[in-house]
């Protein structure tokens, strides 16, 4: 046993049990720049108390209702860990969390993180808290607290994992999805970055199928490592998403009627999450372009059109439901913002055909047109 060897009757400490308190503090000495760098109206951002403070009246809003979520990165984390490149992995962390307060039409106010390991190696949990950090600033959120937990025995080697907290803010008669999503409303797609933050186990079962190291050239990237290239954070859609509300009128009457965030599940088991009752997302695969991560994935599982679209985003990380008629208006809107949209479809009356998806139950499942390899490798 630890230090009883020599010294029977030596104390045993915490240090001794494989938590370092010191490190914890030299943490948090490292990372105040980076929380500091994040403030926002309603949030001063200072580490060291109990809980974080936030001011709803300081940050603008008169009628607000809160919306909150959480979320982790999944197995992505075994690329970022084996591979030794955490800066980016925070970047995922915050826009699992923020992306799906957005579609609410919520603005990401504050953000807190969770940090566990075996023992803290305090150079990797500044950098990886450092993502969390610019993910935040890019949401407009401010990362307000979290906690790093060392747990010897829970984890092994140089693991850790990652969860997310955010809280945001809509006024009360902006809530999306609206009610009167209706038959002719268009779907404009965002592209992705990649693969985003989902499905990575099946994604490291191909990588070991195809007998790839992490730093081997990715086979859908020249010039990249397959690591690096597998990494690629997961798009933030808050500030244009946000932009192009306020540009067309609002979530209560302006021509943008929802979101719908394509996170795990896919297009197949996320759109039906914000139809009304007896409505139907139809999607023309052959208007989206699919980046080429995505058709080695499909090429190196041998996987159809209906395994891809509900394992992965293909390409669309995030759908806008917008009015038929000032659809142009909501397009143009979210060119502003800096997005490239594309009219991936359209609302249809149900055909009976329901879906699961994600607790809707009794969901119309989304009708596929076209196929999904007309653009692939793009």
């Known amino acids: 046993?630890?230090?009883?060897?020599?010294?029977?009757?030596?104390?045993?400490?915490?240090?001794?049990?494989?938590?370092?308190?010191?490190?914890?503090?030299?943490?948090?000495?490292?990372?105040?720049?980076?929380?500091?760098?994040?403030?926002?109206?309603?949030?001063?951002?200072?580490?060291?108390?109990?809980?974080?403070?936030?001011?709803?009246?300081?940050?603008?809003?008169?009628?607000p209702v809160l919306v909150a979520a959480n979320d982790g990165v999944g197995t992505k984390l075994m690329i970022a860990i084996a591979s030794g490149m955490h800066d980016?992995?925070?970047?995922?962390?915050?826009?699992?969390?923020?992306?799906?307060?957005?579609?609410?039409?919520?603005?990401?106010?504050?953000?807190?993180?969770?940090?566990?390991?075996?023992?803290?190696?305090?150079?990797?949990a500044r950098r990886v808290i450092g993502g969390i950090a610019a993910g935040c600033k890019e949401a407009g959120c401010a990362l307000i607290g979290g906690e790093t937990a060392e747990m010897p025995g829970m984890y092994q080697g140089d693991d850790y994992d990652l969860g997310g907290f955010a809280v945001g803010a809509v006024e009360r008669g902006?809530?999306?999805?609206?009610?009167?999503?209706?038959?002719?409303?268009?779907?404009?797609?965002?592209?992705?970055?990649?693969?985003?933050?989902?499905?990575?186990?099946?994604?490291?079962?191909?990588?070991?199928?195809?007998?790839?190291?992490?730093?081997?050239?990715?086979?859908?990237a020249p010039g990249r490592p397959l690591a690096a290239a597998l990494l690629e954070p997961t798009r933030i859609y808050v500030r244009p998403l946000l932009a192009a509300l306020r540009a067309t009128g609002g979530g209560a009457t302006g021509a943008i009627k929802g979101f719908c965030h394509i996170t795990g599940g896919g297009l197949s088991e996320n759109l039906p999450r914000v139809m009304p009752t007896g409505l139907a997302a139809h999607v023309d695969l052959g208007t989206i372009r699919v980046p080429p991560?995505?058709?080695?994935?499909?090429?190196?599982?041998?996987?159809?059109?209906?395994?891809?679209?509900?394992?992965?985003?293909?390409?669309?990380?995030?759908?806008?439901?917008?009015?038929?008629?000032?659809?142009?208006?909501?397009?143009?809107?979210?060119?502003a913002a800096g997005e490239a949209p594309v009219i991936i479809g359209e609302v249809e009356p149900g055909r009976g055909v329901k879906s699961l998806a994600k607790g809707k139950g009794e969901a119309e499942a989304v009708r596929f047109s076209g196929r999904l390899g007309d653009q692939l490798f793009v």
């Open 293 to 335: 991560v995505f058709g080695w994935l499909k090429a190196a599982g041998r996987l159809d059109d209906a395994e891809m679209l509900r394992t992965f985003n293909c390409g669309i990380g995030m759908v806008v439901v917008a009015e038929k008629a000032r659809a142009d208006a909501a397009m143009t809107a979210l060119r």
């Open 174 to 220: 902006e809530i999306l999805p609206r009610a009167d999503i209706a038959t002719g409303d268009v779907l404009i797609g965002l592209a992705s970055s990649g693969v985003h933050s989902n499905a990575y186990s099946l994604v490291r079962r191909l990588v070991a199928e195809e007998r790839l190291g992490w730093e081997a050239p990715a086979p859908f």
């Open 1 to 63: 046993m630890p230090n009883r060897g020599q010294r029977p009757n030596a104390p045993i400490t915490y240090r001794d049990s494989g938590v370092d308190i010191d490190a914890g503090n030299a943490l948090v000495q490292a990372i105040k720049p980076l929380v500091r760098a994040t403030r926002r109206p309603g949030a001063d951002v200072e580490l060291g108390g109990f809980g974080g403070l936030f001011d709803l009246k300081a940050a603008g809003f008169e009628d």
């Open 88 to 124: 980016t992995i925070g970047i995922d962390l915050v826009a699992m969390c923020v992306n799906d307060l957005v579609v609410q039409g919520a603005e990401p106010l504050f953000f807190l993180d969770y940090l566990a390991t075996r023992k803290l190696d305090v150079d990797v």
